[in-house]
T-cell receptor, first 114, second 113 residues
Framework: AQSVTQLDSQVPVFEEAPVELRCNYS??????LFWYVQYPNQGLQLLLK??????LVESINGFEAEFNKSQTSFHLRKPSVHISDTAEYFC????????????FGKGTKLTVNP | DAGVIQSPRHEVTEMGQEVTLRCKPI?????LFWYRQTMMRGLELLIY????????DSGMPEDRFSAKMPNASFSTLKIQPSEPRDSAVYFC???????????FGEGSWLTVV
């Protein structure tokens, strides 16, 4: 069975600083990888996903993540964060050719301070 | 599209009472998921349906929990009897299949006292 580890439960940063949220996964088969964001009192929204092809994927609001198969990682980065990026971020995995269910990590709470 | 619609948004109930959470998935989506979110355990998949058929219910905690999907536009998650440890946010989500985005509802916030 697949699993996801998000190494940091909380990440505080200052506005306009760069940030990296770490995600490692475990799976015996090829995977699809996702990052979801949850703003307070809301459901989860897709931020970006890797299905195949280029290992670097980008979101419309400046986040990017790189799939590294050898390190089984899918870290999320942003070169300059805004106050509005304050939210909880979840990494998730599903298996190619297997069950379509998403397995989530425990989340990383990003707090952007002025 | 209105997105995934869940009701009720908030419910406070007494221990032992029956709780029914409802979900309307996005039209045209053939997969539906029920997740539970707590501080201690994070996001847990309870059950998911494909074309209205339960595919994996291994995450359902115990017999007190049951889920149905009588048609493509409606699903329920029932807890009977409810216990304080069932207090959580329950999310319904729907998608179009493997690799496609799963869309979440706003959640049902359940408090059992």
């Amino acid at each position: 069975a697949q699993s996801v580890t998000q190494l940091d439960s909380q990440v505080p940063v200052f506005e306009e600083a760069p940030v990296e949220l770490r995600c490692n996964y475990s799976s015996s088969v090829s995977v699809y990888l996702f990052w979801y964001v949850q703003y307070p009192n809301q459901g989860l929204q897709l931020l970006l996903k890797y299905l195949s092809g280029s290992t670097l994927v980008e979101s419309i609001n400046g986040f990017e993540a790189e799939f590294n198969k050898s390190q089984t990682s899918f870290h999320l980065r942003k070169p300059s964060v805004h106050i509005s990026d304050t939210a909880e971020y979840f990494c998730a995995v599903s298996t190619q050719g297997g069950s379509e269910k998403l397995v989530f990590g425990k989340g990383t709470k990003l707090t952007v301070n002025p | 599209d209105a997105g995934v619609i869940q009701s009720p948004r908030h419910e406070v109930t007494e221990m032992g009472q029956e709780v029914t959470l409802r979900c309307k998935p996005i039209s045209g989506h053939n997969s539906l998921f029920w997740y539970r979110q707590t501080m201690m355990r994070g996001l847990e998949l309870l059950i998911y349906f494909n074309n209205n058929v339960p595919i994996d219910d291994s995450g359902m905690p115990e017999d007190r929990f049951s889920a149905k999907m009588p048609n493509a536009s409606f699903s329920t998650l029932k807890i009977q009897p409810s216990e304080p440890r069932d207090s959580a946010v329950y999310f319904c989500a729907s998608g179009e299949g493997r690799g496609n985005t799963i869309y979440f509802g706003e959640g049902s916030w359940l408090t059992v006292v």
